[in-house]
């Protein structure tokens, strides 16, 4: 049976925020990001935050990197509102969604009354549990090995499609 296809749209006083570990380092990929959050800018407020990743030796041990991250889990948690956002954790063993369906997903947290996405990105030894558990979605961009920073264009370019996708407008295909 057809699917009945349902409006969708994020209103401009929705907004949409990428929480990220680390800077983007490169020229191209700080423009790149610029660009796509631009476009952005034309469906909903949209706002990156950088926060400072904990230095660690070239040869960590665990506890190392789990004291890490706990730290790093609580500059983020400082970042999210505790309620009225869907939080999405971005790590590898997320779920795969393609663009409609995340188009879906931004749309329904509007309509459940969830006027902030938060989009959570780790550092290179990735997210705390605690932010994997307080998050109500883990995504993965794919299964393959990327650089940080390009997968965070990668991701500020899906969400601007996302939000094409639910206006209707030209830029999806």
């Not at 700080?30 to 469906?43: F, N, T």
């Not at 995504?139 to 090995?145: D, E, G, P, Y």
Request: glycine share 6%; hydrophobic share 35%; proline share 2%.
């Amino acid at each position: 049976h057809p699917r009945v296809r349902r409006q969708r749209q994020m209103c401009i006083r929705d907004s949409i925020n990428i929480i990220c570990l680390g800077k983007l380092k490169e020229s191209f990929w700080r423009e790149a990001a610029a660009e796509y959050s631009k476009r952005i800018s034309a469906y909903a407020g949209f706002k990156i935050t950088e926060l400072a990743e904990s230095r660690l030796g070239d040869k960590p041990s665990q506890k190392e990197i789990e004291r890490a991250l706990d730290t790093e889990g609580n500059l983020i948690l400082s970042c999210i509102p505790e309620k009225g956002c869907l939080n999405i954790a971005m790590c590898v063993e997320g779920r795969q969604l393609s663009s409609e369906e995340l188009a879906d997903k931004i749309s329904l947290a509007g309509v459940n009354g969830l006027g902030t996405v938060n989009f959570i990105i780790g550092s290179s030894y990735g997210l705390s549990e605690s932010i994997k558990r307080m998050s109500e979605r883990r995504l993965s961009i794919s299964k393959m090995t990327l650089p940080h920073q390009l997968a965070r264009v990668v991701l500020t370019e899906q969400i601007y499609r996302a939000l094409s996708i639910n206006a209707n407008a030209k830029y999806h295909k």
